[in-house]
């Protein structure tokens, strides 16, 4: 097996009020230290280098402007965050990428899609579909065009028009790098699990948004913090557990809104070297 190693990039930052969206309403007696107030979260993309194939797990937010004006209000990417900024930071173009795998098609996992020229795209069968045509509930998330027809700029969906190759259930991408259905955020989410001489991180993608959401609350027999954003509940603990029991330890989750990874990627840039 190639020696495989995952390099996670911020693209940007999106806000949220953490009660209302990163936990469970059920949990806010027993939360502490989580302010009521919008924060900013990072928006990260994975590339995993090592193998015959350049592999990116995203390619993350839109410009500031896109994003805050059309998604969650103050979201922003500065100057050079944007995927093809940090790609060419690290010696890469857009089209140096053979194959991007997204665990779901919301607005900030997406974004730029048209630079990768030469990448084979890849997506969950179910989250494709739905993502073509949502209920009216998830206009925003999918930016479907029906929501936009009377915007004052023309309002296009990223994978519009872009051939995707979608997967069910779990599948092997290459050698050492496979998908699997962890539904709940959205209803076809997927994640990637990577395998490195560390051991196999997992891509959470937003099945799990940060990683408190699998800290227990023994107080009310929680084995996992549920988060408040999701289109299926059960689904979405479910697929938290799922994770929980799959990694060997905690620090391979990599979920996409993590901060903590931008002091950890800081001292360790690349994963499992």
Same mark, same amino acid.
């Given at each position: 097996m190639k020696n495989l190693t995952i390099r996670p990039i911020n693209t940007g930052f999106v806000t949220t009020i953490p009660k209302q969206y990163l936990y469970h309403h059920s949990t806010a007696a027993y939360l502490k230290d989580v302010p009521d107030t919008r924060i900013e979260m990072p928006v990260f993309t994975f590339l995993v280098e090592g193998g015959d194939s350049l592999l990116l797990v995203d390619t993350g937010m839109a410009w500031s402007e896109r994003a805050g004006k059309y998604h969650h209000p103050g979201s922003y990417q500065p100057e050079g965050l944007s995927i093809v900024d940090q790609l060419k930071k690290i010696g890469y173009q857009p089209e140096d990428i053979d194959i991007v795998v997204f665990t779901h098609l919301h607005w900030d996992h997406i974004y730029y899609m048209e630079k990768f020229t030469k990448a084979d795209f890849y997506a969950n069968e179910t989250e494709y579909q739905f993502a073509l045509n949502p209920i009216p509930l998830y206009y925003k998330s999918y930016e479907h065009p029906k929501l936009y027809?009377?915007?004052?700029?023309?309002?296009? %969906?990223?994978?519009?028009?872009?051939?995707?190759?979608?997967? %069910?259930?779990?599948?092997?991408?290459? =050698?050492?790098? %496979?998908?699997?259905?962890?539904?709940?955020?959205?209803?076809?989410? =997927?994640?990637?699990?990577?395998? +490195?001489?560390?051991?196999?991180?997992?891509?959470?993608?937003?099945?799990?948004?940060?990683?408190?959401?699998?800290?227990?609350?023994?107080?009310?027999?929680?084995?996992? +913090?549920?988060?408040?954003?999701?289109?299926?509940?059960?689904?979405?603990?479910?697929?938290?557990?799922? =994770?929980?029991? %799959?990694?060997?330890?905690?620090? /391979? /989750?990599?979920?996409?809104?993590?901060?903590?990874? /931008?002091?950890?990627?800081?001292? +360790?840039?690349?994963?499992?070297?």
């Open positions: 027809e009377n915007a004052a700029e023309k309002i296009i %969906r990223p994978f519009e028009g872009i051939p995707i190759k979608t997967v %069910r259930g779990e599948t092997e991408i290459v =050698q050492g790098v %496979r998908v699997f259905e962890t539904p709940g955020h959205s209803p076809g989410h =997927q994640s990637v699990e990577v395998d +490195t001489k560390d051991g196999s991180y997992i891509c959470c993608g937003d099945s799990i948004f940060i990683l408190d959401n699998i800290n227990p609350i023994p107080e009310i027999a929680y084995d996992l +913090t549920p988060p408040g954003r999701y289109a299926d509940i059960i689904a979405t603990w479910k697929s938290i557990e799922l =994770q929980k029991k %799959r990694v060997a330890r905690p620090e /391979l /989750l990599l979920p996409c809104h993590e901060k903590n990874l /931008l002091e950890r990627i800081k001292k +360790t840039p690349v994963l499992g070297v």
